[in-house]
């Protein structure tokens, strides 16, 4: 796995045009799942409104995480179909206990009135290829980022090189 400043310094690039705030919060909280983490998240920022993304691809195995639908019954969860995985995640035990609860995703635009448990497909044309086939493309992306300290725009902690 590339370095968290890398890998913070690629993933805020990729949002910088989306209302999504990266952060390297879990790091601070030393949470292990997901669940714990969105539990102090909400706890900690009470008046902020979180949404979980995930991909297909985690939506078809998120019946195996732990506490997946205490996630759920947190946060709303967009997935992002990525190809190859539609039927699998349509299948998953975790999508057929969702399906009840799914929006459109053109209510991603009213997000701030839906409440959990809420569950939005989100289906454009993303790039096919793999990250891990992206990474292969060029195995020195890592060592490319951004010099200097960069600041989580949540925690405003420094993101430090040995995490």
């Given at each position: 796995?590339?370095?968290l400043p890398?890998r913070?310094a690629?993933?805020?690039?990729?949002?910088?045009?989306a209302?999504?705030?990266?952060?390297?919060?879990?790091?601070?909280?030393?949470t292990?799942?997901?669940?714990?983490?969105?539990?102090?998240?909400?706890?900690?920022?009470?008046?902020?409104?979180?949404?979980?993304?995930m991909?297909?691809?985690?939506?078809?195995?998120?019946?195996?995480?732990?506490?997946?639908?205490?996630?759920?019954?947190?946060?709303?969860?967009?997935?992002?179909?990525?190809?190859?995985?539609?039927?699998?995640a349509?299948?998953?035990p975790?999508?057929?206990?969702l399906?009840?609860?799914?929006?459109s995703?053109?209510s991603?635009?009213h997000?701030?009135?839906?409440?959990a448990?809420a569950?939005?497909?989100?289906?454009?044309d993303?790039?096919?290829?793999?990250?891990t086939?992206?990474?292969l493309?060029?195995?020195?992306?890592?060592?490319?980022?951004?010099?200097?300290?960069?600041?989580?725009?949540?925690?405003?902690?420094?993101?430090?090189?040995?995490?």
């Amino acid at each position: 796995m590339a370095p968290l400043p890398a890998r913070f310094a690629s993933a805020a690039r990729q949002a910088r045009r989306a209302p999504i705030r990266v952060t390297a919060i879990e790091r601070l909280l030393g949470t292990t799942y997901t669940a714990e983490t969105l539990r102090l998240l909400l706890a900690r920022y009470p008046r902020r409104r979180f949404v979980w993304l995930m991909g297909s691809d985690n939506l078809a195995q998120f019946h195996h995480w732990k506490n997946w639908r205490a996630i759920a019954r947190m946060v709303p969860i967009a997935v992002v179909v990525r190809p190859g995985y539609d039927a699998r995640a349509g299948a998953s035990p975790a999508a057929a206990w969702l399906g009840r609860f799914r929006r459109s995703a053109a209510s991603l635009n009213h997000r701030a009135a839906w409440s959990a448990p809420a569950l939005v497909i989100l289906r454009f044309d993303p790039d096919p290829r793999s990250a891990t086939a992206i990474r292969l493309t060029d195995p020195e992306w890592a060592s490319r980022h951004r010099a200097g300290v960069q600041r989580d725009r949540l925690t405003l902690r420094p993101i430090e090189p040995n995490q």
